[in-house]
């Protein structure tokens, strides 16, 4: 009987599923803004907290590697990329066109359960920016919760991978910023152009969904350059 071949056949699956598990849960790291460019992941640290072994982790890091998020020293340490300022003005010009789309889509072809996860997720931002001191981290991570409930509503897996690919980059930049100036979240205006982007997608405003959701975005990335804590 071919009961061994079988056996062999499953075995690589799993290998598969445990990569794109470790895979997912580094990304989520960067996505959500917990790492800052600069910041050093210890492959071996990384393999104890999620109680896999070496492979699985190197393999996840290849990939982020190869997706432009991770990087490796001339040392051989792996690291989030210091962006230049060029690199990071390129990319907020890709996301104000592609986050803007998805923001008019979902705006067109939201229904009530994304309505109301959108409304959560919009009034949790809010209420951190106006506690007394507010979690930056834990910001950072609402206003991703927030951005990506929009873009899910758009109806496109495939989109909302593409933007997923970019936050990428873009999320450890915003954590840089928020650590330097927590301030940003009480005079920044993004709970203002949050609010704006869902009263839009409450009135079914595509195009006005997609100018909040353009500007916040836009006067971010104005904001950090502005403070020069990007690579020349």
Do not use: W
């Given at each position: 009987m071919p009961l061994a071949p079988a056996l062999n056949e499953i075995?690589?699956?799993?290998?598969?599923?445990?990569?794109?598990?470790?895979?997912?849960?580094?990304?989520?790291?960067?996505?959500?803004?917990?790492?800052?460019?600069?910041?050093?992941?210890?492959?071996?640290?990384?393999?104890?907290?999620?109680?896999?072994?070496?492979?699985?982790?190197?393999?996840?890091?290849?990939?982020?590697?190869?997706?432009?998020?991770?990087?490796?020293?001339?040392?051989?340490?792996?690291?989030?990329?210091?962006?230049?300022?060029?690199?990071?003005?390129?990319?907020?010009?890709?996301?104000?066109?592609?986050?803007?789309?998805?923001t008019e889509q979902a705006a067109l072809l939201r229904d009530a359960d994304d309505l109301a996860a959108i409304a959560r997720c919009e009034e949790a931002f809010r209420l951190e920016s106006h506690a007394e001191k507010p979690d930056a981290p834990l910001s950072v991570e609402l206003n991703k919760n927030l951005h990506f409930a929009i873009y899910s509503a758009a109806r496109s897996p495939i989109l909302v991978e593409i933007i997923r690919g970019l936050w990428l980059k873009v999320g450890p930049i915003l954590n840089l910023d928020l650590r330097a100036n927590p301030d940003r979240l009480t005079s920044g205006g993004a709970r203002e152009r949050h609010a704006a982007a869902l009263a839009a997608i409450i009135a079914k405003d595509g195009a006005a969904a997609r100018a909040a959701i353009a500007e916040d975005i836009r006067n971010a990335a104005d904001f950090i350059i502005s403070r020069g804590q990007l690579a020349d």
């Open positions: 075995a690589p699956l799993a290998r598969q599923t445990l990569g794109d598990r470790t895979y997912a849960q580094l990304s989520e790291l960067l996505v959500s803004g917990r790492l800052a460019p600069g910041d050093k992941l210890s492959l071996r640290g990384a393999a104890e907290a999620l109680g896999v072994s070496m492979m699985p982790v190197r393999e996840a890091v290849s990939r982020l590697v190869a997706d432009g998020a991770l990087e490796v020293a001339p040392n051989r340490a792996v690291r989030v990329p210091i962006m230049t300022t060029e690199q990071f003005r390129d990319l907020a010009r890709v996301r104000i066109e592609i986050e803007g789309y998805a």
